[in-house]
């Protein structure tokens, strides 16, 4: 099973890559392969661009059509998700992540956005062509932690607690289907 997890956060340091951090960890002791890209693996011209030629565009083209299950995370900028993930996502095919599982994932300052995840990633999620969604996390600055001299990241337990069941959720929607080869063929 390989999934591919996409962070659309502009900073090198993220309370987003925190949750896909845990998500990849979670996923590879359930015998996932991972494999995560940045939107700061991506050079910023390449993306203001829409480079479509670039390596780096194709690299990240074939590592979603070779996923099973993507998880797609970013904080809230705007009540909306980064413009820095949609300008990847507009580098990738129309029907993208057509025949996979996708699980949303969104941070931000407060909980005053929380209807974000549900009207603005998830129509990006669905406009390419997502088989199943599952149902998202949504977490507020306070509830991770970066690490410091004395601690790892952490993740309040809230919050690790619904991060794990839609994790869950996700292996097991992932576990139900056919393998790609044949949802393809």
């Known amino acids: 099973m390989q999934i591919l997890l996409i962070g659309g956060s502009p900073a090198q340091r993220s309370r987003t890559q925190i949750l896909l951090d845990h998500s990849a960890d979670w996923l590879r002791h359930r015998g996932a392969q991972t494999l995560t ?25 074939e590592d979603v059509a070779q996923a099973d299950g993507i998880i797609i995370a970013t904080p809230v900028y705007k009540a909306a998700y980064t413009g820095v993930l949609k300008a990847m996502i507009d580098l990738l095919p129309e029907r993208g992540f057509e025949h996979k599982v996708v699980l949303p994932l969104m941070t931000a300052g407060s909980a005053n956005h929380l209807l974000a995840l549900d009207f603005s990633l998830k129509p990006l999620v669905a406009a390419l062509k997502a088989e199943e969604i599952i149902s998202g996390v949504y977490a507020s600055d306070q509830q991770i932690h970066y690490p410091d001299a004395d601690h790892p990241a952490r993740i309040d337990e809230d919050v690790k607690r619904r991060l794990q069941d839609n994790l869950e959720a996700f292996h097991q929607a992932l576990q139900r289907r056919p393998s790609q080869q044949q949802a393809v063929a």
């Open 37 to 61: 890209w940045r939107a700061t693996d991506i050079p910023a011209e390449v993306l203001l661009h829409a480079q479509f030629a670039h390596p780096s565009i194709a690299q990240l083209r």
